[in-house]
């Protein structure tokens, strides 16, 4: 079916960039400051190709696919990437130490206030450093953007937050105890094996919709969306720690707990912010998992992604590190005061529907 245009009318309408450019001149200084805070702590800005073989392995990441054509005319697949990562490690495995990229990325099904088919991802990482580093980086740059915008709150449909706060850290198994009464380790084994059928009854207990062919990452998300995230990031922003492992393939497991990660979350004004992990560096484990998201995501949508085997060598002689995506756009909406992602940014992509 032919994609269509909405009547609302186009973002370079004088009027409308008249509205907009306010969001758009503060996003520019958001991000001349976060340059400059990552120049100040002896990061390289490197910059990497849209174009990869696999553009990412988890289940609900959904790409855009093409193909390059060979100078005799074969066709080769290739995907915009979801993120800058498997780049962005293979550069720390050829010695990099300290590198940040701002990536346009691209995402399939995903459009709506907070969300846009094509983005801009900022991720740093830093090798040899935990990832208690990158909640630290995370603080001081939403603080730095407060203040480059002169703005001393955060406000999101009705919630609001703090920039300069101390942030909260909150285990998920904490926040699903507090906020949706369910003990989320006794769901899972030692050796980080899920019990769907204990989560599901927990949830069903608290008032929470199961479906009877829900897996357990789907009861995960589903009380995590309805009943955990709403509570994050209010007053001050929420580092959400210790995922479970089963939700955090790229992460490596927690050294005090290996049924969670060494991956977090932040939250602010209820609005996911960051992802950052402690980064898992064994590729036999790293392709494992892979294959387990893929079978998902073959289960769900019947597609699934090609595994980068280019990415697994480099992972094997990658030094230890952490690393973190943060949403700028989202980072630029809530510094700016902005109600939609389009507002911040310069040429949105062109309205589509059915």
């Given at each position: 079916m032919k994609a269509s245009i909405t009547n609302i009318s186009p973002w370079w309408t004088p009027s409308v960039?008249?509205?907009?450019?306010?969001?758009?001149?503060?996003?520019?200084?958001?991000?001349?400051?976060v340059r400059g805070y990552f120049l100040s702590e002896d990061f390289v800005e490197v910059d990497t190709a849209a174009l990869q073989v696999s553009p990412g392995n988890e289940a609900h990441l959904h790409a855009f696919a093409t193909e390059a054509?060979?100078?005799?005319?074969?066709?080769?697949?290739?995907?915009l990437h979801t993120s800058p990562e498997f780049a962005c490690k293979k550069l720390l495995a050829a010695g990099e130490q300290r590198i940040a990229c701002f990536a346009h990325v691209y995402r399939n099904r995903e459009r709506g206030p907070l969300h846009h088919p094509e983005f801009t991802m900022l991720e740093w990482y830093r090798t040899g450093e935990s990832y208690e580093s990158l909640?630290?980086?995370c603080s001081s740059l939403v603080a730095l953007?407060?203040?480059t915008t002169k703005n001393p709150k955060f406000v999101y449909r009705g919630k609001e937050c703090d920039p300069f706060a101390e942030a909260e850290r909150l285990s998920v198994a904490a926040a699903f105890?507090?906020?949706a009464g369910i003990d989320l380790l006794a769901s899972i084994s030692s050796d980080g094996s899920t019990d769907v059928e204990r989560l599901a009854s927990d949830a069903r207990s608290n008032g929470i919709r199961v479906a009877d062919d829900d897996g357990w990452a789907d009861v995960f998300s589903r009380v995590l969306v309805e009943r955990v995230e709403p509570h994050l990031?209010?007053?001050?922003?929420?580092?959400?720690?210790?995922?479970?492992?089963s939700e955090a393939a790229l992460a490596r497991p927690s050294?005090?707990?290996?049924?969670?990660?060494?991956?977090?979350?932040?939250?602010?004004?209820?609005?996911?912010?960051?992802?950052?992990?402690?980064?898992?560096t064994n590729a036999v484990e790293q392709r494992r998992r892979f294959e387990i998201e893929m079978a998902e995501k073959s289960r769900i949508y019947?597609?699934?992604?090609?595994?980068?085997?280019?990415?697994?060598?480099?992972?094997?002689?990658?030094?230890?590190?952490?690393?973190?995506?943060?949403?700028?756009?989202?980072?630029?909406?809530?510094?700016?005061?902005?109600?939609?992602?389009?507002?911040?940014?310069?040429?949105?992509?062109?309205?589509?529907?059915?």
């Amino acid at each position: 079916m032919k994609a269509s245009i909405t009547n609302i009318s186009p973002w370079w309408t004088p009027s409308v960039h008249a509205d907009r450019r306010p969001f758009l001149m503060g996003r520019n200084a958001v991000q001349l400051a976060v340059r400059g805070y990552f120049l100040s702590e002896d990061f390289v800005e490197v910059d990497t190709a849209a174009l990869q073989v696999s553009p990412g392995n988890e289940a609900h990441l959904h790409a855009f696919a093409t193909e390059a054509l060979t100078t005799d005319g074969q066709a080769m697949p290739l995907y915009l990437h979801t993120s800058p990562e498997f780049a962005c490690k293979k550069l720390l495995a050829a010695g990099e130490q300290r590198i940040a990229c701002f990536a346009h990325v691209y995402r399939n099904r995903e459009r709506g206030p907070l969300h846009h088919p094509e983005f801009t991802m900022l991720e740093w990482y830093r090798t040899g450093e935990s990832y208690e580093s990158l909640m630290r980086d995370c603080s001081s740059l939403v603080a730095l953007a407060a203040e480059t915008t002169k703005n001393p709150k955060f406000v999101y449909r009705g919630k609001e937050c703090d920039p300069f706060a101390e942030a909260e850290r909150l285990s998920v198994a904490a926040a699903f105890d507090r906020f949706a009464g369910i003990d989320l380790l006794a769901s899972i084994s030692s050796d980080g094996s899920t019990d769907v059928e204990r989560l599901a009854s927990d949830a069903r207990s608290n008032g929470i919709r199961v479906a009877d062919d829900d897996g357990w990452a789907d009861v995960f998300s589903r009380v995590l969306v309805e009943r955990v995230e709403p509570h994050l990031g209010v007053g001050q922003m929420t580092i959400l720690d210790e995922y479970p492992v089963s939700e955090a393939a790229l992460a490596r497991p927690s050294a005090r707990d290996p049924r969670v990660a060494e991956r977090f979350e932040a939250y602010i004004c209820g609005v996911e912010l960051a992802n950052g992990f402690g980064e898992l560096t064994n590729a036999v484990e790293q392709r494992r998992r892979f294959e387990i998201e893929m079978a998902e995501k073959s289960r769900i949508y019947g597609e699934t992604y090609p595994i980068d085997d280019d990415f697994l060598d480099a992972l094997a002689i990658m030094p230890d590190a952490s690393g973190i995506a943060l949403g700028f756009d989202r980072l630029a909406m809530l510094a700016t005061g902005a109600s939609r992602i389009d507002q911040v940014l310069w040429a949105p992509v062109a309205e589509y529907g059915q």
